[in-house]
């Protein structure tokens, strides 16, 4: 395994520069594990201004099927030919089925019975019973869909992320389908001859660029080839099952992804994507997550997402992936 990227130079005429020749250059890079693109373009990143909630606030006085008076009420309860419960509960977080899912097995689980949760608010008891949640559901999954092996965990944290209620949710999935990120790890997989989530690790900690800490379960890292502005992950040093996601194990990831979030904070983002990857029944695939800031670019509130990642499937950043790493590192001891 190798970190591979190719320098760009465009050429032209520059204005601010009296029509003299200049250019601008920029990376593509390749992320190790999926074969994918991402393009590093060397710009200064925009100051963003304060997140605007109040729009936020001002747009969500709906009704919210997720808060307490109407959960029981109006979401959907689960199968009982194939799961042991009608809906989970651990604490205050409630798994029940998607009543619009994306496939055979979609979850949301509702983290807490607090409506509207800022960023800075996310404790580790929330995210410990939001996650054990949906582990509860993954582990009947098992017992009765063994084919369904393609398990994940996932959050759009707010609407910039994707998420259309304000109530924090996780979404969680359990499909015999591989969605294409799976396919295109796995395709990684079946043509490298050692495990390329130990390879990466280990390329990482030797370049001592974007490696953060190794953790007593999980190598913590910024990825070379960021999915999004930037791109946290989290890979476990094991093989594990969803069922062996707690205790010190559950405690190290949810202690990492509050850090992140709080990082990302500081950015005036309030968004973020994060997927939690399983593949029970594959030892060769470590449990991994991944975690991108999401933002719109002001004045207009355009979407970071143009042509590049929606159908050409290539993110683009201006923040080089080394530069956030060596922020994080302060952050990431305290
Ligand atoms: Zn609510």
């Not at 099927?65 to 009420?73: L, R, T, V």
């Not at 509960?89 to 998607?98: D, L, Q, S």
């Not at 390879?199 to 960021?226: C, H, K, N, Q, T």
Request: include cysteine; hydrophobic fraction near 40%; charge should be negative.
């Amino acid at each position: 395994m190798v970190f591979k990227k190719v320098l760009k130079k465009a050429t032209f005429l520059d204005p601010l520069n009296g029509f003299n020749p200049g250019g601008r250059e920029c990376e593509i890079r390749t992320d190790p594990l999926t074969g994918r693109n991402t393009r590093v373009l060397f710009f200064p990143p925009r100051i963003l201004p304060e997140p605007d909630l109040d729009t936020i606030k001002g747009k969500d006085t709906g009704f919210c099927p997720f808060c307490i008076e109407n959960i029981d009420k109006i979401t959907p309860k689960f199968n009982p030919e194939l799961f042991t419960r009608e809906r989970y509960r651990v604490g205050e977080a409630v798994c029940f089925p998607n009543a619009f899912p994306y496939d055979e097995n979609g979850a949301v689980t509702v983290m807490t019975e607090k409506h509207m949760v800022l960023i800075g608010e996310f404790t580790p008891d929330i995210l410990i019973d939001a996650i054990s949640c949906c582990v509860e559901f993954l582990i009947d999954v098992k017992a009765k869909q063994p084919e369904a092996v393609y398990q994940s965990i996932n959050w759009n944290y707010l609407p910039v992320a994707g998420s259309s209620i304000v109530h924090p949710h996780l979404q969680v999935t359990a499909s015999s389908v591989p969605t294409n990120y799976y396919s295109d790890v796995l395709s990684t997989m079946n043509i490298s001859g050692s495990n390329v989530f130990d390879d990466l690790v280990a390329l990482e900690v030797s370049a001592d660029e974007r490696f953060i800490s190794s953790g007593d379960y999980f190598s913590w890292l910024i990825a070379f080839a960021p999915e999004g502005v930037f791109d946290l992950m989290a890979v476990s040093h094991e093989y594990f099952e969803p069922c062996e996601l707690k205790d010190g194990r559950l405690a190290e990831l949810v202690g990492g992804i509050i850090k992140t979030i709080n990082f990302i904070k500081k950015y005036n983002i309030i968004s973020y994507n994060m997927s939690l990857f399983f593949l029970p029944g594959n030892g060769e695939f470590k449990p991994h997550m991944r975690l991108c800031p999401r933002t719109n670019v002001p004045p207009l509130d355009t979407s970071e997402i143009n042509y590049m990642k929606m159908l050409h499937n290539e993110p683009m950043t201006t923040m080089k992936p080394e530069l956030v790493a060596e922020e994080v590192k302060k952050i990431w001891s305290k």
